[in-house]
């Protein structure tokens, strides 16, 4: 597969750096995993505490017919 450089830019902060990968995709993962985690949440306890305290959840899903 072919490689290429991304230019990726942190929206909020307006950070940009340079990831050689072969998709956007593979970049986008590699610059994500050097700033946070991800991690399912098993405790349905945990995730009622979490959305009572006030943390919206938000859907990565996207309607097609949109």
Not at 44 to 57: I, K, N, P
């Amino acid at each position: 597969m072919k490689v290429r450089l991304y230019l990726v830019e942190e929206i909020a902060t307006k950070k940009v750096r340079l990831i050689e990968a072969s998709t956007a995709a593979q970049a986008m993962k590699f610059v994500a995993e050097t700033t946070h985690t991800c991690n399912v949440i098993t405790s349905t306890a945990e995730a009622a505490r979490l959305v009572s305290s006030g943390m919206q959840v938000e859907s990565s899903v996207k309607d097609v017919t949109q």
